[in-house]
């Protein structure tokens, strides 16, 4: 392997935490000493030596013109790094809605580059995320008809990326198909100068296959902005270092100590993951129907907590299907999400006052508000326990093992093996 490189040669906005995580542990697989933060980073700090940073913010769902203010003000701390390539990470299943927030924050961080054009490229092949003719698939079905089309936030109800893009920015949207990239990164360059002389601004790129993404990032190796999921950054990443796929791998011992779960995603995947883990070992539901006043729900929980943590590993989750989030809603009021997630994280403080050293995040608003509620700024990023789901380590004592997963990762007994420490 070669030696370590001069400075970050990437720096990478990503829209939730989860995402962040996401995004460091492709890097760090490409060979990429990897610092990922949470949250806008406080003027006058300064990073370690390292090749990427990734910062992660909450972005996904606020206003727009938060979004774009919050990613504008990261761009200018990233160049005061040193950093003078940018990559604003978001979900692999594109969540957003028709008022943004990838179209809106793309073209703030084009403008304040003076960039002419980016791609629009959220193809994670390993994820079975697909981009074919211009259309979103989550394994073999289009993306509005995968579970993303009930999402509470961000309901998915069109595949075609083309479009939804156009309706959240008032410039040009093109499309890169794939026998333009399966004919390499010479005609890729060609259709792109195309498309530029068009003044088309976003390409949305199609990609099937992890080498089809590696077409592409060589290609747009003089673009100052990209965006996508974790898949090009991977191959943008690999294109930087020079070095193949999982070389770059120094395993990390996690904190002893016991174990927690804390689940908010009500993703498919995780919905799967908490029934496996159910039958794992003790678990708590927080049920707004049942108990819709939020103090008593935190107090019920914690006291649950407190009761069994000598029989840790544990979960609490608030993760449920449809009919019970509707019930929940019904009872709670419109701002049950929020109230949950900041249970969540209330309890999270708590686990840790008990002793537990290794918490396992599922969903990414919620992975936020644990962050948040344990007040961690930043995490070395350490081995992956699935693709795409690396543990992170807190650098001050005590030190903790988190894993944050993104609602839709991980293989169906992620959540037992991780928090018991399997391998």
Same mark, same amino acid.
């Given at each position: 392997m070669s030696g370590p490189l001069a400075g970050p040669v990437l720096g990478c906005i990503a829209d939730d935490y989860t995402g962040g995580t996401d995004v460091a542990a492709a890097l760090r697989r490409a060979g990429l000493r990897t610092v990922l933060l949470f949250g806008a980073p406080q003027a006058g700090r300064r990073l370690p030596p390292c090749d990427a940073v990734v910062v992660a913010l909450k972005s996904r769902t606020v206003a727009a013109p938060d979004a774009v203010a919050q990613s504008v003000n990261v761009q200018r701390w990233l160049r005061e790094q040193g950093v003078g390539r940018l990559y604003f990470k978001y979900c692999s299943t594109f969540d957003s809605t028709d008022a943004g927030n990838i179209g809106p924050v793309a073209d703030a961080l084009l403008d304040a580059a003076g960039a002419p054009m980016t791609l629009i490229c959220p193809a994670s092949p390993e994820h079975g995320r697909t981009v074919y003719r211009g259309h979103l698939f989550v394994g073999d079905i289009p993306l509005s008809e995968s579970p993303m089309r009930h999402h509470p936030l961000t309901p998915m109800t069109d595949a075609n990326l083309v479009r939804v893009m156009s309706r959240q920015t008032s410039h040009r949207v093109g499309l890169l198909p794939l026998d333009v990239v399966r004919a390499g990164h010479q005609a890729v360059t060609a259709r792109l100068a195309q498309l530029r002389a068009d003044a088309v601004r976003h390409v949305v790129v199609d990609a099937t296959d992890d080498t089809d993404l590696d077409v592409v990032a060589t290609a747009a190796a003089s673009f100052a902005v990209l965006t996508g999921g974790a898949g090009l950054a991977r191959a943008v990443g690999a294109a930087a270092r020079g070095v193949r796929q999982d070389e770059y791998r120094h395993p990390v011992a996690l904190p002893a100590g016991p174990g927690l779960v804390l689940a908010g995603s009500c993703s498919a995947a995780t919905l799967a993951q908490v029934d496996h883990a159910r039958t794992a070992f003790p678990s708590h539901r927080l049920d707004p129907a049942a108990t819709p006043d939020p103090d008593e729900l935190l107090a019920t929980a914690t006291a649950w907590l407190r009761e069994h943590i000598e029989a840790a590993p544990l979960m609490l989750y608030s993760s449920a299907p449809v009919?019970?989030?509707? /019930?929940?809603?019904?009872?709670?009021?419109? !701002? $049950?999400?929020?109230?949950?997630?900041? $249970?969540?994280?209330?309890?999270? &403080? $708590?686990?840790? /006052?008990? !002793?537990? &050293? &290794?918490?396992?995040? /599922? !969903?990414?608003?919620?992975?936020?508000?644990?962050?948040? /509620?344990l007040g961690v700024d930043a995490v070395v990023v350490a081995d992956e326990e699935d693709r795409g789901v690396p543990w992170c380590l807190t650098p001050e004592p005590p030190v903790l093992g988190l894993l944050l997963k993104s609602g839709n990762f991980g293989r169906p007994d992620l959540l037992v093996r991780a928090v018991k420490g399997a391998a």
């Amino acid at each position: 392997m070669s030696g370590p490189l001069a400075g970050p040669v990437l720096g990478c906005i990503a829209d939730d935490y989860t995402g962040g995580t996401d995004v460091a542990a492709a890097l760090r697989r490409a060979g990429l000493r990897t610092v990922l933060l949470f949250g806008a980073p406080q003027a006058g700090r300064r990073l370690p030596p390292c090749d990427a940073v990734v910062v992660a913010l909450k972005s996904r769902t606020v206003a727009a013109p938060d979004a774009v203010a919050q990613s504008v003000n990261v761009q200018r701390w990233l160049r005061e790094q040193g950093v003078g390539r940018l990559y604003f990470k978001y979900c692999s299943t594109f969540d957003s809605t028709d008022a943004g927030n990838i179209g809106p924050v793309a073209d703030a961080l084009l403008d304040a580059a003076g960039a002419p054009m980016t791609l629009i490229c959220p193809a994670s092949p390993e994820h079975g995320r697909t981009v074919y003719r211009g259309h979103l698939f989550v394994g073999d079905i289009p993306l509005s008809e995968s579970p993303m089309r009930h999402h509470p936030l961000t309901p998915m109800t069109d595949a075609n990326l083309v479009r939804v893009m156009s309706r959240q920015t008032s410039h040009r949207v093109g499309l890169l198909p794939l026998d333009v990239v399966r004919a390499g990164h010479q005609a890729v360059t060609a259709r792109l100068a195309q498309l530029r002389a068009d003044a088309v601004r976003h390409v949305v790129v199609d990609a099937t296959d992890d080498t089809d993404l590696d077409v592409v990032a060589t290609a747009a190796a003089s673009f100052a902005v990209l965006t996508g999921g974790a898949g090009l950054a991977r191959a943008v990443g690999a294109a930087a270092r020079g070095v193949r796929q999982d070389e770059y791998r120094h395993p990390v011992a996690l904190p002893a100590g016991p174990g927690l779960v804390l689940a908010g995603s009500c993703s498919a995947a995780t919905l799967a993951q908490v029934d496996h883990a159910r039958t794992a070992f003790p678990s708590h539901r927080l049920d707004p129907a049942a108990t819709p006043d939020p103090d008593e729900l935190l107090a019920t929980a914690t006291a649950w907590l407190r009761e069994h943590i000598e029989a840790a590993p544990l979960m609490l989750y608030s993760s449920a299907p449809v009919e019970q989030r509707r /019930a929940a809603v019904a009872a709670l009021g419109p !701002g $049950t999400a929020e109230i949950l997630e900041q $249970t969540l994280g209330a309890l999270a &403080r $708590t686990a840790v /006052a008990l !002793g537990v &050293r &290794r918490l396992v995040v /599922a !969903g990414g608003e919620t992975s936020g508000a644990v962050v948040s /509620a344990l007040g961690v700024d930043a995490v070395v990023v350490a081995d992956e326990e699935d693709r795409g789901v690396p543990w992170c380590l807190t650098p001050e004592p005590p030190v903790l093992g988190l894993l944050l997963k993104s609602g839709n990762f991980g293989r169906p007994d992620l959540l037992v093996r991780a928090v018991k420490g399997a391998a």
